[in-house]
């Protein structure tokens, strides 16, 4: 049985002017500014499977979860102000910024999305929002959360991780948001197929990975 673990740090961001801006002195990790406008950000990295798949094996996983540590803070909020955090684990590369979006507006996994459901390993949405009583603490309650995702087996040797975060406020010029880091694990085990069996997973592996090409 193996464990991984992979980081997203903190994400700390303010908007004076047009756009919201990463305070790239108060963030940790390497937080992308997918769109500064509508308030997107993305952190993103990857589980090395290589020397499992050298061995000809298969990942098989039995757990995936995702720790957090505190809650996130918006500064000079209004009620209202919302904020979606979604955390993926996938056996395939995203696409671009814009394939992202599109893949978030319906689901990611789901119809309609740039992925399926088998290359979507683990996911969890959250949705935030600042009411009356969280005013004070700037510090917004949980109102919805759900868990999606395979779970399946894989031959790949990579699976990709990321978080991504929507900052979404009815007049966000002034506001401030500081997201806690967390940590992505993964709970699996290696193991060897009849050959057949391997190489059609392998095969599926590649069609997957072909289908958003990084390079």
């Known amino acids: 049985m193996?464990?991984?673990?992979?980081?997203?740090?903190?994400?700390?961001?303010s908007r004076t002017g047009p756009q919201f801006e990463i305070n790239h002195g108060a963030s940790t990790g390497e937080w992308e500014l997918l769109d500064g406008v509508l308030g997107y950000f993305l952190s993103s990295g990857y589980f090395d499977l290589a020397g499992m798949t050298l061995q000809e094996k298969t990942l098989f996983f039995k757990n995936a979860v995702v720790q957090d540590y505190l809650a996130p803070s918006i500064g000079t909020g209004v009620v209202g102000d919302t904020l979606v955090v979604i955390d993926l684990m996938t056996t395939s590369p995203l696409g671009s910024a814009t394939e992202i979006f599109e893949?978030?507006?319906?689901?990611?996994?789901?119809?309609?999305?740039?992925?399926?459901?088998?290359?979507?390993?683990?996911?969890?949405?959250?949705?935030?929002s600042l009411n009356?009583?969280?005013?004070?603490?700037?510090?917004?309650?949980?109102?919805?959360?759900?868990?999606?995702?395979?779970?399946?087996?894989?031959?790949?040797?990579?699976?990709?991780?990321?978080?991504l975060v929507r900052f979404a406020a009815a007049s966000p010029t002034g506001r401030t948001l500081s997201l806690p880091g967390c940590r992505h694990i993964l709970t699996a085990e290696a193991k060897e197929e009849p050959e057949f069996q391997y190489l059609m997973r392998l095969m599926r592996s590649f069609e997957l990975q072909?289908?958003?090409?990084e390079d």
């Open 2 to 13: 193996k464990t991984l673990t992979k980081q997203h740090g903190t994400l700390s961001v």
């Open 103 to 128: 893949s978030y507006a319906v689901g990611f996994g789901f119809l309609g999305s740039h992925e399926n459901f088998e290359q979507i390993v683990y996911g969890r949405s959250q949705i935030m």
């Open 132 to 163: 009356v009583d969280a005013l004070a603490s700037a510090q917004p309650v949980l109102l919805h959360q759900n868990y999606f995702g395979s779970g399946m087996a894989t031959s790949s040797d990579r699976v990709y991780t990321y978080r």
């Open 210 to 213: 072909q289908s958003n090409d």
